[in-house]
């Protein structure tokens, strides 16, 4: 099947611009955003709201996102909605962008914003055929190519050297991005809400490889106080804060490029710090505990995600975007590779029950866990807030849902050690 | 957890008539139940009234009641099938209502059933509006402020601190009936008044008005394990103010952030929880502030509604079906997605297309009706189209209304100045007609925030409506039609004909835009409803139209059937035509590959396993056409039936057959031959039949003319209609002046004409008085004539046949007689042409057998018949249109072996008709019921059958189906008109002998008296309330003193003497009699209401017991 457009009678720079994908395929649209050239793994996000949330989220760093939702910035862009301090996708692909933004929390169209943040996007694309194109082979390396970058010499560059262009740009696969996206310096989270102003019921450093705002609001929220530190923060910068827990967040890149971030969480895991992962930070406790990781054909990305909590059997309705999982044995309990089964037992906690990828993970003899979706929803369901509770008691108790936990165990508080 | 073990029989529950408000989803979700709970190996006993459905097919359920929804009926049966659990969630508020009269009475307890799917204490929490009130508070929303109230005066007093407008809303109502909102207080008595009367428990809430709110609903699940998943979320475009019934909605909900989305996920899905919805679907209705974003929840329907019907239909996933498993026990991770087959129920549908539902309404039938938009459902239909964007699907959606005047149009200049000022006061004011004034506005220069401050529609949707105007705009003025130009034209939804008119183009231009649009290679793609955006992969061929890049349609090899549908439901064209398209590829499925094409999201032949294929599109001649293109490139067509679908695809035969389309069954030229009374006259003039005198005409002269010939009164109308279109019997000169100059009138403004002219010409028949009026539905494959059904209206002729009860075998004709009719339609069916079905409709007077009508298509009593008679006449008019002979059929079963249904034996059941009236929805702008009088107009929206050993009980129970049933004790009014004063004697006598008391108007008293029959002279109301405050008649009506009323109208005059106590017997929902047949039918059924309990058989034992006959007579 191709799915390429049959090119414009003349070129119209102003007016056009062309989707350039790894395998050849090519599909042209109109500008949308700034105009340029950009690349980046293309993915696709099945959310029916939550742009504003999604181009944030450090997560999509180097990569273009294609929208199945056709209708883009109807409500254009607030304050309040970012997960992060910029736009993070290279490049942005939808079928139909809003000519007036409206709602009452608004500041400005979507258009602007990327045009302002030099964001490269295409827009009057079938998203629909480029999705089944990427179900169906899988993610892939792609440009987007608008106004000058569509010409050489006073003539449209031919397909072929676009084509070529994209090949030539860096994989995912590899890729260690994290440390791209993470905040340069640490910074604090105080509790809020009910708890504003009042001691912090417990302090927990957040590692940021690529944490999105509602994170850290999460915890504090429930009277905790964050520390959000850099990716490259070693095990003696977290000691120094005192925490009670330990938080990796999600981010970008190829869990398996993640030394540093294993090492570290080795760390923490063999101090008995309580332990909590989200999307990244789960396939760098799957890859801690010495389970593989492996890149999905086309992930998951999107906010409708079923995912079923194996101790109590329901189900939650998740927001997730990932494109590696962890490779863990589902229904059974198993002892972690690592090191002769230095971590002792863990459990497949929670599973997809569209794919049964592997979505979450319960260690039995350490306090740790971490589900691969975003509880932090933002976009997305609040299906699975508990999980930040779940934390908090695996902090106050030592155990919470870890019941496995023996005596043996070294305390499981870093300020007991 | 699995399913339990403890159910093995369901009683489920339907809805009974199609009334405004409840309509034909409720059989689409009662069918899909059945399927699943016989999927699941379970007893399945069904009970709904409405012959015309196709839950009530004897071969869905195992046993099928067609009885009457009243708590007597329901409890015999559940004595003598003994079910384990009753099913009532979905079959609408009727079904719930009933259940709760079940339990309050104590039957469900007596017999050890359980009500599954529901508890009571959740309906009432759900519906309560205090306990439910409480419940959003609990939860952390919002209710608006409000008050409960259960007199007028406590109403008065809460306006002080509610202040007005002031929203009224009556307890346990559907579709909003009885609510309304008041703007003084005046109007607040009034629709207090009404609103007491209506609520079942007296009980009616008044809250401060959130009237231009943005209006949200949200449809969510729930098991046993409390999982919950939302649906669907459907906006809509008409703000807070317009029944949601009535408002055109979108899915998904586009204005919302993610946070704000959420929010309302959240809301809902708390409380869904807190109010303990047990397992299954429910409805939450919110409003959010425009400006602050605060949130109200509005209302919830603890069960499957209107919206889950739309939201099954918008996202692929069948909330019915899965609704019936989780009442058994499922857990929704159990059921599978039977779109993608490998992912589970326990999901959220997410869209890549935009849907949208435009309401349909009838107010062309209740002249006298306000038309504005309230909270009271008006609609008497919608349709819903998709589109890969707004602006398409709004477009396609407005073209599948099939009704002048409902889309866009770029006709005459745009408005200007005091135009545009007048434009805008109009838009504020919601009608049927708004968003095209809307559209006028934007196109006439009006800014956005002028729009919006008017209609409070959200800016958004009005700048896409704008961005219509500028794609328009942009077609006008191009210098050619270039690929670009088209692209973008039909991107944002501008049919071919739409363009042709902005370019100018005359009669022919529609097929001329098409030969360029073909010539440039712009034609649509079909994508996929999967429920998931692609992510994985759809097993079900669920299609729509749009114009992007890649099509989805997979090639086939076995020969496709397309099967056209009747598009929204209409008065006239309703539910019965999309049982007979049902029908149709139930016989072709397996041989043929069915191809359904149809845009009403109510309908069961929209379900997306009915057919092989679906095609959700509006059934015009260019979204036809290109889906039978689309199916060509895909494999062999063996053709096109559009014969069942009613008028809707039945107008599109010609062109279609001009196209190169085949047209299965009856020829577009027989088709014409019984439209064109020239050619029709010349068919029963060769076989020596009798028709009234008739004539046709295009002008006003020349209808004179013909009128004067034939002499008054005659009966006028356009011919291709239907439903009785604009029909009426007129009496003068004058009146036929009026009459011709509004039809003149109304094909100017009619967009799907090309001309100002009349369409096409007006048929004048003679009018037959007094005379008796027989039905007929046959089938015909060229050689052979099968009788399907002889129906004899209740009502004398003159009233639509839609309207009139009618009852089958015919009680009153003989076996000549019914020899004659069949010889009759016999040589009709032979001279015409027909290929399948053909409906006659007869006259006889005096012995003479007029022919008034024949209609070589599925009519609406197709259903009916096939019910009554056991044969499915629809599946066999389908394998008549595909070859087979009635010979054949006769041979493979699918009709019996010998007879027919004009052949019952002396021991057949008797089957009444009768048709539902929706008077009570329309009132005037003074607020007063529309007239009620029967005519030649169709107005009722649904029927129900009564189904009994002699016509007595069967007609009894065609009452009890329809309104509740006949009065035994109390009062009669009677007050008839001269003509009818001598046959009223003897059926008056029976009743005062049956005890009732009698209360007539001094002429009807006197003639009584001088019989012999003692009758009480109560007050006319023009002469006002005595000296002493006597009442009038309108009084004890209204005060509810009188229990039945007997008025036949006298004048000939719109506005005949009766029209206020017909009004007020309609507002009390008393029985009303207006005709002297229909008097003696109800004085034989009092007769039989009083001769003790209905017995109940289900269909499936009459047709057993018929057999039993057969074997036995053969013996």
Same mark, same amino acid.
């Given at each position: 099947?191709?799915?390429?457009?049959?090119?414009?009678?003349?070129?119209?720079?102003?007016?056009?611009?062309?989707?350039?994908?790894?395998?050849?395929?090519?599909?042209?649209?109109?500008?949308?955003?700034?105009?340029?050239?950009?690349?980046?793994?293309?993915?696709?996000?099945?959310?029916?709201?939550?742009?504003?949330?999604?181009?944030?989220?450090?997560?999509?760093?180097?990569?273009?996102?294609?929208?199945?939702?056709?209708?883009?910035?109807?409500?254009?862009?607030?304050?309040?909605?970012?997960?992060?301090?910029?736009?993070?996708?290279?490049?942005?692909?939808?079928?139909?962008?809003?000519?007036?933004?409206?709602?009452?929390?608004?500041?400005?169209?979507?258009?602007?914003?990327?045009?302002?943040?030099?964001?490269?996007?295409?827009?009057?694309?079938?998203?629909?055929?480029?999705?089944?194109?990427?179900?169906?082979?899988?993610?892939?390396?792609?440009?987007?190519?608008?106004?000058?970058?569509?010409v050489r010499d006073g003539y449209p560059r031919p397909t072929e050297e676009l084509v070529e262009l994209v090949r030539s740009a860096p994989a995912m696969a590899g890729a260690d991005l994290a440390?791209?996206?993470?905040?340069?310096?640490?910074?604090?989270?105080?509790?809020?809400?009910?708890?504003?102003?009042?001691?912090?019921?417990?302090?927990?450093?957040?590692?940021?490889?690529?944490? +999105?705002?509602?994170?850290?609001?999460?915890?504090?929220?429930?009277?905790?106080?964050?520390?959000?530190?850099?990716?490259?923060?070693?095990?003696?910068?977290?000691?120094?804060?005192?925490?009670?827990?330990?938080?990796?967040?999600?981010?970008?890149?190829?869990?398996?490029?993640?030394?540093?971030?294993?090492?570290?969480?080795?760390?923490?895991?063999?101090?008995?710090?309580?332990?909590?992962?989200?999307?990244?930070?789960?396939?760098?406790?799957?890859?801690?505990?010495?389970?593989?990781?492996?890149?999905?054909?086309?992930?998951?990305?999107?906010?409708?995600?079923?995912?079923?909590?194996?101790?109590?059997?329901?189900?939650?309705?998740?927001?997730?975007?990932?494109?590696?999982?962890?490779?863990?044995?589902?229904?059974?309990?198993?002892?972690?590779?690592?090191?002769?089964?230095?971590?002792?037992?863990?459990?497949?906690?929670?599973?997809?029950?569209?794919?049964?990828?592997?979505?979450?993970?319960?260690?039995?003899?350490?306090?740790?866990?971490?589900?691969?979706?975003?509880?932090?929803?933002?976009?997305?369901?609040?299906?699975?807030?508990?999980?930040?509770?779940?934390?908090?008691?695996?902090?106050?108790?030592?155990?919470?849902?870890?019941?496995?936990?023996?005596?043996?165990?070294?305390?499981?508080?870093?300020?007991?050690? | 957890?699995?399913?339990?073990?403890?159910?093995?029989?369901?009683?489920?529950?339907?809805?009974?008539?199609?009334?405004?408000?409840?309509?034909?989803?409720?059989?689409?979700?009662?069918?899909?139940?059945?399927?699943?709970?016989?999927?699941?190996?379970?007893?399945?006993?069904?009970?709904?009234?409405?012959?015309?459905?196709?839950?009530?097919?004897?071969?869905?359920?195992?046993?099928?009641?067609?009885?009457?929804?009243?708590?007597?009926?329901?409890?015999?049966?559940?004595?003598?099938?003994?079910?384990?659990?009753?099913?009532?969630?979905?079959?609408?508020?009727?079904?719930?209502?009933?259940?709760?009269?079940?339990?309050?009475?104590?039957?469900?307890?007596?017999?050890?059933?359980?009500?599954?799917?529901?508890?009571?204490?959740?309906?009432?929490?759900?519906?309560?509006?205090?306990?439910?009130?409480?419940?959003?508070?609990?939860?952390?929303?919002?209710?608006?402020?409000?008050?409960?109230?259960?007199?007028?005066?406590?109403?008065?007093?809460?306006?002080?601190?509610?202040?007005?407008?002031?929203?009224?809303?009556?307890?346990?109502?559907?579709?909003?009936?009885?609510?309304?909102?008041?703007?003084?207080?005046?109007?607040?008595?009034?629709?207090?008044?009404?609103?007491?009367?209506?609520?079942?428990?007296?009980?009616?809430?008044?809250?401060?008005?959130?009237?231009?709110?943005?209006?949200?609903?949200?449809?969510?699940?729930?098991?046993?394990?409390?999982?919950?998943?939302?649906?669907?979320?459907?906006?809509?475009?008409?703000?807070?103010?317009?029944?949601?019934?009535?408002?055109?909605?979108?899915?998904?909900?586009?204005?919302?952030?993610?946070?704000?989305?959420?929010?309302?996920?959240?809301?809902?899905?708390?409380?869904?929880?807190?109010?303990?919805?047990?397992?299954?679907?429910?409805?939450?209705?919110?409003?959010?502030?425009?400006?602050?974003?605060?949130?109200?929840?509005?209302?919830?329907?603890?069960?499957?509604?209107?919206?889950?019907?739309?939201?099954?239909?918008?996202?692929?996933?069948?909330?019915? +079906?899965?609704?019936? +498993?989780?009442?058994?026990?499922?857990?929704?991770?159990?059921?599978?997605?039977?779109?993608?087959?490998?992912?589970?129920?326990?999901?959220?549908?997410?869209?890549?297309?935009?849907?949208?539902?435009?309401?349909?309404?009838?107010?062309?039938?209740?002249?006298?009706?306000?038309?504005?938009?309230?909270?009271?459902?008006?609609?008497?239909?919608?349709?819903?189209?998709?589109?890969?964007?707004?602006?398409?699907?709004?477009?396609?959606?407005?073209?599948?209304?099939?009704?002048?005047?409902?889309?866009?149009?770029?006709?005459?200049?745009?408005?200007?100045?005091?135009?545009?000022?007048?434009?805008?006061?109009?838009?504020?004011?919601?009608?049927?007609?708004?968003?095209?004034?809307?559209?006028?506005?934007?196109?006439?220069?009006?800014?956005?925030?002028?729009?919006?401050?008017?209609?409070?529609?959200?800016?958004?949707?009005?700048?896409?409506?704008?961005?219509?105007?500028?794609?328009?705009?942009?077609?006008?003025?191009?210098?050619?039609?270039?690929?670009?130009?088209?692209?973008?034209?039909?991107?944002?939804?501008?049919?071919?004909?739409?363009?042709?008119?902005?370019r100018g183009m005359g009669a022919a231009g529609e097929s001329t835009v098409r030969e360029v649009r073909y010539a440039l290679d712009v034609r649509p793609v079909y994508k996929t409803v999967d429920?998931?955006?692609?992510?994985?992969?759809?097993?079900?061929?669920?299609?729509?139209?749009?114009?992007?890049?890649?099509?989805?349609?997979?090639?086939?090899?076995?020969?496709?059937?397309?099967?056209?549908?009747?598009?929204?439901?209409?008065?006239?064209?309703?539910?019965?035509?999309?049982?007979?398209?049902?029908?149709?590829?139930?016989?072709?499925?397996?041989?043929?590959?069915?191809?359904?094409?149809?845009?009403?999201?109510?309908?069961?032949?929209?379900?997306?396993?009915?057919?092989?294929?679906?095609?959700?599109?509006?059934?015009?001649?260019?979204?036809?056409?290109?889906?039978?293109?689309?199916?060509?490139?895909?494999?062999?067509?063996?053709?096109?039936?559009?014969?069942?679908?009613?008028?809707?695809?039945?107008?599109?035969?010609?062109?279609?057959?001009?196209?190169?389309?085949?047209?299965?069954?009856?020829?577009?030229?027989?088709?014409?031959?019984?439209?064109?009374?020239?050619?029709?006259?010349?068919?029963?003039?060769?076989?020596?039949?009798?028709?009234p005198a008739f004539g046709t005409a295009t002008s006003l002269a020349q209808a004179r003319e013909v009128a004067e010939g034939i002499g008054y009164p005659v009966l006028v109308r356009p011919s291709?209609?239907?439903?009785?279109?604009?029909?009426?019997?007129?009496?003068?000169?004058?009146?036929?002046?009026?009459?011709?100059?509004?039809?003149?009138?109304?094909?100017?403004?009619?967009?799907?004409?090309?001309?100002?002219?009349?369409?096409?010409?007006?048929?004048?028949?003679?009018?037959?008085?007094?005379?008796?009026?027989?039905?007929?539905?046959?089938?015909?494959?060229?050689?052979?004539?099968?009788?399907?059904?002889?129906?004899?209206?209740?009502?004398?002729?003159?009233?639509?046949?839609?309207?009139?009860?009618?009852?089958?075998?015919?009680?009153?004709?003989?076996?000549?007689?019914?020899?004659?009719?069949?010889?009759?339609?016999?040589?009709?069916?032979?001279?015409?042409?027909?290929?399948?079905?053909?409906?006659?409709?007869?006259?006889?007077?005096?012995?003479?057998?007029?022919?008034?009508?024949?209609?070589?298509?599925?009519?609406?009593?197709?259903?009916?018949?096939?019910?009554?008679?056991?044969?499915?006449?629809?599946?066999?008019?389908?394998?008549?249109?595909?070859?087979?002979?009635?010979?054949?059929?006769?041979?493979?079963?699918?009709?019996?072996?010998?007879?027919?249904?004009?052949?019952?034996?002396?021991?057949?059941?008797?089957?009444?008709?009768?048709?539902?009236?929706?008077?009570?929805?329309?009132?005037?702008?003074?607020?007063?019921?529309?007239?009620?009088?029967?005519?030649?107009?169709?107005?009722?929206?649904?029927?129900?059958?009564?189904?009994?050993?002699?016509?007595?009980?069967?007609?009894?129970?065609?009452?009890?189906?329809?309104?509740?049933?006949?009065?035994?004790?109390?009062?009669?009014?009677?007050?008839?008109?001269?003509?009818?004063?001598?046959?009223?004697?003897?059926?008056?006598?029976?009743?005062?002998?049956?005890?009732?008391?009698?209360?007539?108007?001094?002429?009807?008293?006197?003639?009584?008296?001088?019989?012999?029959?003692?009758?009480?002279?109560?007050?006319?109301?023009?002469?006002?309330?005595?000296?002493?405050?006597?009442?009038?008649?309108?009084?004890?009506?209204?005060?509810?003193?009188?229990?039945?009323?007997?008025?036949?109208?006298?004048?000939?005059?719109?506005?005949?003497?009766?029209?206020?106590?017909?009004?007020?017997?309609?507002?009390?929902?008393?029985?009303?009699?207006?005709?002297?047949?229909?008097?003696?039918?109800?004085?034989?059924?009092?007769?039989?209401?009083?001769?003790?309990?209905?017995?109940?058989?289900?269909?499936?034992?009459?047709?057993?017991?018929?057999?039993?006959? +057969?074997?036995?007579?053969?013996?």
């Amino acid at each position: 099947m191709s799915i390429s457009t049959p090119s414009t009678d003349a070129l119209d720079t102003d007016r056009t611009a062309v989707l350039v994908l790894e395998d050849g395929t090519t599909l042209t649209g109109r500008p949308y955003g700034a105009l340029g050239t950009t690349f980046g793994e293309i993915v696709f996000n099945t959310g029916m709201t939550g742009y504003q949330e999604t181009l944030t989220d450090p997560s999509y760093h180097r990569q273009i996102v294609v929208m199945t939702a056709p209708h883009i910035g109807n409500t254009g862009v607030n304050d309040d909605d970012p997960e992060s301090r910029k736009i993070w996708v290279s490049g942005f692909v939808v079928r139909d962008p809003a000519r007036r933004a409206s709602n009452w929390r608004s500041v400005g169209s979507l258009t602007d914003e990327l045009v302002e943040q030099g964001v490269v996007g295409i827009s009057d694309v079938d998203t629909r055929a480029l999705t089944r194109h990427l179900r169906d082979r899988g993610v892939m390396r792609a440009g987007v190519f608008s106004g000058d970058a569509l010409v050489r010499d006073g003539y449209p560059r031919p397909t072929e050297e676009l084509v070529e262009l994209v090949r030539s740009a860096p994989a995912m696969a590899g890729a260690d991005l994290a440390r791209e996206v993470s905040t340069p310096t640490a910074y604090v989270v105080e509790p809020s809400g009910d708890f504003a102003g009042r001691e912090p019921l417990k302090t927990v450093v957040a590692v940021d490889l690529g944490i +999105k705002s509602m994170t850290p609001q999460r915890l504090s929220e429930r009277g905790i106080r964050v520390h959000v530190v850099p990716s490259w923060s070693t095990i003696e910068d977290i000691l120094a804060l005192d925490p009670d827990g330990v938080f990796f967040s999600n981010g970008p890149g190829d869990p398996s490029a993640a030394t540093h971030e294993v090492e570290l969480l080795r760390e923490v895991l063999d101090r008995r710090l309580p332990y909590f992962g989200i999307c990244f930070g789960n396939q760098i406790l799957g890859r801690a505990l010495g389970f593989g990781t492996y890149k999905l054909a086309y992930g998951h990305r999107g906010i409708n995600q079923p995912v079923m909590d194996l101790a109590t059997r329901k189900v939650e309705i998740t927001s997730q975007n990932h494109g590696f999982a962890v490779d863990a044995p589902i229904g059974e309990q198993a002892t972690a590779p690592h090191d002769g089964g230095r971590y002792g037992r863990v459990v497949v906690s929670h599973v997809g029950l569209n794919d049964d990828v592997v979505e979450g993970l319960e260690c039995l003899d350490i306090p740790a866990f971490s589900v691969q979706y975003h509880p932090e929803a933002a976009a997305g369901p609040h299906d699975a807030a508990y999980l930040f509770d779940r934390f908090l008691d695996l902090m106050t108790s030592g155990a919470a849902s870890a019941a496995g936990l023996s005596a043996a165990t070294p305390s499981t508080s870093a300020k007991e050690n | 957890m699995p399913r339990r073990t403890d159910i093995n029989s369901v009683l489920v529950i339907g809805s009974g008539p199609i009334v405004i408000g409840q309509a034909c989803e409720f059989d689409y979700s009662g069918t899909q139940a059945i399927r699943a709970l016989k999927e699941e190996g379970l007893r399945v006993v069904l009970v709904n009234s409405n012959p015309a459905t196709i839950m009530t097919d004897p071969e869905f359920a195992d046993a099928t009641y067609v009885e009457p929804l009243t708590t007597e009926v329901l409890t015999t049966i559940i004595a003598k099938e003994r079910p384990d659990a009753v099913l009532a969630t979905l079959g609408g508020q009727t079904a719930l209502n009933a259940a709760i009269a079940l339990d309050e009475a104590g039957v469900l307890e007596k017999y050890g059933v359980e009500l599954i799917g529901a508890n009571i204490a959740a309906i009432e929490k759900g519906e309560d509006r205090q306990q439910f009130k409480d419940v959003v508070e609990k939860c952390g929303g919002e209710s608006a402020r409000s008050e409960i109230i259960h007199t007028v005066e406590e109403a008065v007093a809460a306006a002080e601190s509610l202040g007005y407008p002031m929203v009224v809303r009556p307890s346990f109502t559907m579709g909003g009936l009885g609510s309304g909102i008041a703007y003084d207080e005046q109007d607040l008595r009034r629709i207090v008044g009404q609103g007491l009367h209506y609520s079942p428990t007296t009980e009616v809430l008044l809250e401060e008005s959130i009237l231009g709110w943005k209006e949200y609903e949200l449809e969510l699940m729930r098991d046993t394990a409390d999982n919950v998943v939302v649906i669907c979320s459907i906006e809509n475009v008409d703000p807070v103010g317009v029944h949601t019934g009535d408002s055109i909605t979108v899915a998904p909900a586009l204005t919302l952030t993610d946070r704000e989305f959420q929010k309302l996920r959240d809301i809902g899905i708390a409380v869904i929880r807190e109010v303990g919805v047990d397992t299954g679907g429910c409805n939450i209705q919110y409003a959010v502030h425009p400006e602050t974003g605060r949130v109200i929840v509005i209302e919830m329907n603890p069960r499957v509604s209107r919206s889950s019907a739309l939201a099954s239909k918008a996202t692929g996933f069948p909330i019915a +079906k899965i609704a019936a +498993k989780l009442a058994i026990g499922y857990t929704l991770d159990e059921i599978p997605n039977d779109i993608t087959g490998s992912t589970p129920a326990s999901f959220e549908p997410t869209l890549d297309y935009v849907v949208v539902k435009v309401p349909r309404f009838a107010f062309e039938k209740f002249p006298a009706a306000d038309d504005t938009l309230t909270t009271t459902m008006k609609s008497v239909g919608e349709a819903m189209a998709m589109g890969r964007n707004f602006t398409e699907a709004l477009g396609k959606a407005l073209r599948s209304i099939d009704k002048g005047g409902a889309v866009f149009h770029w006709d005459g200049e745009p408005a200007s100045g005091e135009e545009l000022d007048a434009l805008l006061a109009e838009i504020s004011r919601p009608t049927e007609g708004r968003l095209v004034a809307t559209q006028q506005a934007l196109r006439a220069g009006a800014s956005i925030e002028q729009v919006f401050e008017a209609t409070k529609i959200d800016p958004w949707y009005l700048d896409q409506i704008q961005l219509v105007n500028e794609v328009a705009a942009a077609v006008a003025d191009a210098d050619a039609l270039t690929r670009d130009v088209l692209v973008q034209a039909k991107r944002h939804g501008l049919s071919d004909a739409q363009i042709a008119k902005l370019r100018g183009m005359g009669a022919a231009g529609e097929s001329t835009v098409r030969e360029v649009r073909y010539a440039l290679d712009v034609r649509p793609v079909y994508k996929t409803v999967d429920t998931c955006a692609a992510e994985f992969e759809a097993k079900t061929p669920y299609h729509y139209s749009t114009y992007d890049l890649e099509t989805e349609v997979s090639p086939r090899e076995r020969p496709a059937v397309l099967i056209l549908g009747s598009g929204p439901n209409r008065i006239g064209q309703g539910i019965e035509f999309d049982y007979s398209c049902v029908h149709a590829t139930l016989a072709l499925k397996g041989e043929y590959e069915t191809v359904m094409v149809n845009c009403n999201p109510e309908t069961v032949s929209t379900d997306y396993d009915t057919s092989d294929r679906l095609y959700f599109e509006p059934l015009t001649f260019e979204d036809v056409l290109e889906v039978y293109q689309a199916e060509l490139a895909a494999g062999p067509v063996a053709g096109v039936i559009v014969q069942l679908g009613g008028q809707t695809p039945l107008s599109l035969a010609q062109r279609l057959a001009d196209a190169g389309l085949p047209i299965l069954g009856t020829s577009p030229e027989a088709i014409d031959a019984a439209e064109d009374r020239g050619v029709f006259g010349r068919v029963l003039a060769d076989a020596g039949l009798p028709a009234p005198a008739f004539g046709t005409a295009t002008s006003l002269a020349q209808a004179r003319e013909v009128a004067e010939g034939i002499g008054y009164p005659v009966l006028v109308r356009p011919s291709y209609v239907l439903g009785g279109r604009g029909m009426e019997i007129v009496y003068s000169a004058e009146q036929l002046t009026g009459y011709v100059e509004r039809a003149l009138h109304a094909a100017a403004t009619d967009d799907r004409t090309t001309t100002g002219s009349l369409p096409a010409p007006l048929l004048i028949d003679r009018f037959l008085d007094d005379a008796m009026e027989i039905d007929v539905d046959a089938l015909y494959d060229g050689t052979e004539l099968y009788l399907g059904g002889v129906m004899e209206h209740i009502e004398e002729a003159g009233i639509h046949s839609g309207d009139s009860a009618c009852v089958l075998p015919p009680v009153s004709l003989s076996e000549a007689e019914i020899e004659r009719i069949r010889r009759s339609t016999e040589a009709i069916a032979k001279g015409v042409g027909v290929r399948g079905l053909l409906n006659v409709q007869y006259a006889l007077v005096s012995d003479v057998l007029y022919v008034l009508e024949a209609n070589p298509r599925a009519s609406r009593t197709v259903p009916f018949v096939s019910k009554a008679t056991g044969v499915s006449l629809a599946k066999a008019a389908a394998r008549v249109m595909v070859g087979e002979s009635i010979a054949d059929l006769r041979t493979s079963g699918v009709l019996p072996a010998e007879g027919d249904g004009g052949l019952l034996d002396l021991d057949s059941p008797i089957a009444v008709k009768e048709a539902v009236l929706p008077f009570k929805r329309f009132r005037t702008t003074d607020g007063v019921v529309v007239d009620t009088v029967l005519g030649p107009e169709m107005r009722s929206t649904g029927e129900v059958m009564g189904f009994d050993r002699d016509f007595p009980r069967a007609f009894a129970k065609s009452q009890a189906a329809a309104f509740g049933g006949l009065p035994t004790s109390g009062s009669v009014f009677v007050s008839v008109a001269d003509r009818d004063k001598r046959s009223i004697v003897f059926p008056i006598k029976r009743l005062t002998e049956l005890g009732f008391e009698i209360l007539a108007t001094q002429g009807t008293a006197g003639v009584l008296r001088r019989n012999g029959i003692p009758a009480t002279i109560v007050r006319k109301f023009s002469s006002g309330r005595g000296a002493d405050g006597e009442p009038t008649i309108v009084d004890l009506i209204t005060e509810g003193k009188v229990d039945m009323v007997i008025n036949t109208p006298s004048g000939q005059g719109a506005r005949a003497d009766g029209y206020e106590i017909r009004a007020a017997t309609t507002a009390a929902d008393k029985p009303i009699v207006t005709t002297t047949q229909q008097l003696a039918a109800a004085v034989q059924g009092i007769e039989a209401v009083l001769a003790g309990p209905f017995d109940v058989w289900s269909l499936q034992e009459h047709t057993a017991a018929s057999a039993a006959r +057969k074997a036995g007579a053969g013996a």
